[in-house]
C-alpha cells in the first residue's frame, strides 16, 4: 500500500491497534484504500493473537503485522509499531485505533496542517460518534488546572463544527492522530504503564512543555465509538497522570479522592456497585504507584511466575523540570 505517486512528500506511515476484531481493521484498511492521500506502510500491531494467520486479503494489499500478545495495552501496541516503523523514512505516523473511521480527505487535511505549522507536533481530526455522525465525540481536549480532562464539543450538532479553522487544543483523543516523527524523537514514546486512557493526554502535555503544538483540524472528520472507561483505569490513571507533573498539579491525594467518590456516585447510578470496589483498588493502586494492566479481581493482588506482584512501578519522572531546564527556565 506505498505510496508512490511523484510529488507525495512528506509521507506517513499508519499503526493501527488491533484487539480482538479483525472485521473492524479489514473495514479501516479498505477506507484506508480510498484515501487521498496514501500511506507508504500500514501497520497492524495485534495485541490479542488473532493475526497468527493474519487474513490474506489484508496481507494482499501491503498490510504488516506485528504480533504483541497478551493485551499490554494502547500504548506499548503503539511503541511497537513505532519501533518496527523506525527506519520507513517517512516524517509523519498516524496512530489509530482499529475502529476509527475517516473521510477520504481527512488524512491530507491533517498533512496540510502539519506543514503550515512546523510547530505543531500534532494534527487531530474532528472526532464524531460513529453510532450518531451528527454529534461530535471530541473536538480536541482540554486540561484544567485540578489535572481534569475534557473533551470539547462534546455532544455538539457536528454541523457546527466542520468547516471552522485549525486551532490549539491542550490534547487530542488518541483514536487518530497524526504525529510528526521529529517531535516523538524529541519528547520519546508513549508511557506504557496507563495500559489505557491517560497516556496521550500525558504524550501531549510532555510534547506542549517543550514547545509543541497540538492543532485540531476541523476539516479533517473522522468517527468512532468511546470505549468502557472503567472504574479502576478512570481512578487510578488519573492520579499516575497527576504524578508525573508535580509541579503542574498540586494537592494530588485531594483530587484523586475526589476522583474516587465521583466514580463511585456513577457506579451507584448506574446500579454497578462492583464498580465501587474497583473504583477503590484503583485509588489504592493508584497512591502505591502501580501502573500496567488492571488486576482481575479488585480483592487480592496477582503474581507472576516468579511470585511478584503484576503490575509495574510507575516511575515518577520530573518532566516539568527537564523541560524547562531545557528553555532555560528557573
Known amino acids: 500500500m506505498a ?14 491497534v488491533h484487539y480482538r476484531n479483525v472485521a473492524q481493521v479489514t473495514e479501516l484498511v479498505g477506507q484506508i484504500r480510498g484515501w487521498s492521500r496514501a500511506p507508504r ?27 504483541s500478545p497478551g ?11 513505532l519501533r518496527y516503523l523506525h527506519n520507513s523514512g517517512s516524517e ?28 505543531a507536533g500534532v494534527a487531530a481530526p474532528l472526532l464524531l460518534f460513529r453510532s450518531n455522525p451528527e454529534q461530535v465525540f471530541s473536538a480536541g481536549g482540554m486540561l484544567d488546572a485540578k489535572g481534569r480532562t475534557y473533551h470539547g464539543g462534546y455532544r455538539a450538532a457536528a454541523s457546527q463544527w466542520v468547516g471552522q479553522p485549525d486551532f490549539d487544543v491542550a490534547w487530542a483523543d488518541g483514536a487518530f492522530l497524526l504525529v510528526r516523527k521529529s517531535a516523538l524523537e524529541a519528547v520519546g514514546h508513549l508511557r506504557e504503564d496507563f495500559f489505557l486512557y491517560f497516556e496521550e493526554v500525558e504524550f501531549q502535555l510532555r510534547l ?13 472528520v473522522c468517527a468512532q465509538e468511546p ?25 494530588r491525594l485531594r483530587f484523586s479522592l475526589l476522583d474516587f467518590v465521583r466514580t463511585c456516585a456513577i457506579a451507584v447510578r448506574d446500579r454497578r456497585l462492583s464498580g465501587i470496589l474497583w473504583a477503590w483498588r484503583g485509588l489504592q493502586d493508584g497512591r502505591k504507584g502501580i501502573g500496567g494492566k ?12 516468579a511470585g511478584r506482584p503484576v503490575g509495574a512501578a510507575f516511575p515518577v519522572e520530573r518532566e516539568i523540570a527537564s523541560a524547562q531546564s531545557q528553555r532555560g527556565e528557573a
Open 227 to 251: 470505549g468502557n472507561y472503567t472504574p479502576y483505569l478512570r481512578v487510578r490513571n488519573r492520579i499516575l497522570f497527576l504524578s508525573v507533573f508535580p509541579h503542574y498539579f498540586d494537592l
Open 3 to 16: 505510496d508512490s505517486r511523484p510529488g507525495s512528500e512528506p509521507g506517513y506511515d499508519i499503526v493501527i
Open 294 to 305: 488492571p488486576p482481575s479481581s479488585p480483592f487480592r493482588g496477582e503474581r507472576n511466575a
Open 208 to 220: 506542549r512543555l517543550q514547545g509543541w503544538t497540538v492543532r485540531l483540524v476541523p476539516n479533517a
Open 92 to 119: 509523519h505516523v498516524l496512530l489509530a485505533t482499529q475502529d476509527a473511521s475517516a473521510s477520504p480527505v481527512a488524512v491530507e487535511n491533517l498533512l496540510r496542517c502539519l506543514q503550515a505549522h512546523p510547530e
Open 71 to 81: 493485551n499490554p495495552g494502547y500504548a506499548a501496541a503503539v511503541n511497537a509499531g
Open 41 to 67: 506502510h500500514v501497520v497492524v500491531v495485534d495485541n490479542s493473537g488473532e493475526f497468527a494467520a493474519a487474513p490474506a486479503a489484508l496481507r494482499a494489499v501491503g498490510v504488516e503485522v506485528v504480533n
